[in-house]
């Protein structure tokens, strides 16, 4: 398995394009101007706490205001507010919460009015983007994220990642970063430690420590609200989490950022520093290269096709996310309905996954797969859809099949879903078409189909632009086909076709039915 990270840079926005085995896993867009991530930390007011949802509504500069639960307060949300009243107003030196005094834990059942109260000053950090008309949400329950330790401020434990499965290498953390742990604070020991050293440990706990106190000067002059430390830039933030061995290339195409990876993965990984390069073909647009837009356009739209001909349905609606697998052809190579539900279903559990990272689709999933009888063949696939997302970093849960061969999916909503435009405006007629490259893949798979109906003779007729796109470069979609399926299929342009109509005949001008 093979992972690249491809950065485009723009004049007001800087795409970040992730890669696993040539295929386009994540995408993510940093804008110029927004001012809530994911992660950033605030010090902010209380405007008004409210009873009835046991949660407050704080001023952290943003036109709606952010939502604060009862249940995200941290149980040492009193500590917190005595050490923001103390920095703020100037009387406290010391940052290191070492002799910093501790008020008792609030009730697991408590009322935010017994906590909060209007025109407090508070620090909160954002655990959801505002989206759609809501502000973002908030926690007061701070955490810095680190590349092998999240550091928790105001508590005192010690915890492991549950994807360290060893029991010896867990205990083996848990002692070494006790060993080293600041007094006052909680440190979470991320999957990404499993065998490292206590001196890389250590370097990462002590960089943490540093951003807590710089946070910490800034609260004597900050004004409210206003942001007291932001994540870091999303390619570092993106390195951070997901970085591994298995990276093979990282492709910037600017100066800027290509120095600060480059200096951020000399940091983490000494070793893959040289795997980080400077794109600087003029010609040729940095994802044209990587063949991401022709992804982007085939991977966005309301339906997204497969192999064998299969393809899903995606719905958004205000409540949850609909998907429909739909088979398609049928393969030749199964032997019976039951083999081709679940060859189509392992498909498209694959593609579900993929889609589920790359739209940043959240909150209740539910898709339809085909019906299958055996018991085993509905393991198999909640077995194979788990193993797919097990690299989601979104926390999420999966429901075993239903009775119907309906799986539900719960995953974590942080930022809005990925929403990218793949139609284009007709040049025909008013209105938008399908991007043609969507065509170009359509008529791929319906090529599949006719294949296997022994026609000695085929004809393709498309509309001029379409056709000369077939027959354009070496090779060309033609040659591919030629290569693929042993036939060597003719194109002849129709002048009075729409732009994106196309049809098949045989060897007498008749329309070949599909």
Known sequence: MNKELIVRSSSDAVDFALLKDGRLIELHKETEGFNFSVGDIFLAKIRKALPGL?????????????????????????TMLNFVKKATSGKLKNFSLKDFPREEDIDKNGSIADTLHSNQSVLVQVVKEPISTKGPRLSSELSLAGRYIVLVPFSDRISVSQKIESKEEKSRLKRLVKSIKPKGFSVIIRTVAEGKKVADIDKDLQNLMKRWENMCKKLNRAHQPSKVLGELNKASS?????????????????????????????????????????????????????????????????????????????????????????????????????DTALEVNLISATEIARQLRLRDMGGIIVVDFIDMNNPDNRRKLYDHLKEEMSDDRAKHKILPPSKFGLIQITRQRVRPEMNIKTREKNPNVDGEIEAPIVIVNKINADLQKIMKKDIKKVVLTAHPFIAAYLVKGMPSPRSKWFFDFKKWIKIQPRDAYNYLEYHFHDSKGDVINI
């Not at 249940?71 to 949300?77: N, S, T, Y």
């Not at 003029?282 to 192999?307: A, C, H, L, W």
């Open 54 to 78: 046991n949660a407050a509504f704080v001023n952290v500069g943003y036109e709606k205001d952010g939502f604060l639960h009862y249940h995200d307060l941290g149980p040492q949300v009193k």
């Open 238 to 338: 993106i390195l951070r989490d997901i970085f591994n061995d298995s990276f093979t290339s990282i492709c910037v195409d600017d100066d800027v950022i290509h120095n600060q990876i480059k200096e951020y993965v000399g940091k983490i990984s000494p070793k893959k520093e040289s795997i980080v390069s400077l794109y600087n073909n003029n010609k040729v647009p940095i994802f044209e290269k990587y063949s991401i837009e022709r992804q982007i356009k085939t991977s966005f739209g309301k339906t997204v096709t497969m192999k064998k001909g299969a393809y899903l349905v995606i719905e958004h609606t205000e409540a949850m996310h609909v998907i429909d697998v739909n088979s398609g052809n049928r393969s030749n190579k199964a032997k019976n309905q039951e």
